[in-house]
Nanobody
Framework: QVQLVESGGGLVQAGGSLRLSCAAS????????AGWFRQAPGKERELVAA????????YYADSVKGRFTISRDNAKNTTYLQMNSLKPEDTAVYYCAADSLDYPLSTNRARYDYWGQGTQVTVSS
């Protein structure tokens, strides 16, 4: 089992930045791929970014390319999502997730075995 706890969400003005963190405990996090999903009211949960266990491969949704950066520190069992140039449409609950299959990275949320509780990100215009 892996427990994931997100932090770093909040309220920010458009154009601002936030960094989300996801701390893992339990099973060896360094063997798992990690992803950040988001879900806005009335919308499906979507993958925003993902990273393989080694950090060597990443995926970004088109809507966040060039603005968001996913990274991880396996020594700290933590993954991060740096979000820059935030837009009101980025407003959502952001969830951290982990995938035992690691590679190739998947956009399918059913592939992800472990989930955090979510953290709210609100971007005001």
């Amino acid at each position: 089992q892996v427990q994931l706890v997100e932090s770093g969400g909040g309220l920010v003005q458009a154009g601002g930045s936030l960094r989300l963190s996801c701390a893992a405990s339990g099973r060896t996090f360094s063997n798992l791929a990690a992803g950040w999903f988001r879900q806005a009211p009335g919308k499906e949960r979507e993958l925003v970014a993902a990273i393989t266990s080694s950090g060597g491969n990443t995926y970004y949704a088109d809507s966040v390319k060039g603005r968001f950066t996913i990274s991880r520190d396996n020594a700290k069992n933590t993954t991060y999502l740096q979000m820059n140039s935030l837009k009101p449409e980025d407003t959502a609950v952001y969830y951290c997730a982990a995938d035992s299959l690691d590679y190739p990275l998947s956009t399918n949320r059913a592939r992800y075995d472990y989930w955090g509780q979510g953290t709210q990100v609100t971007v005001s215009s």
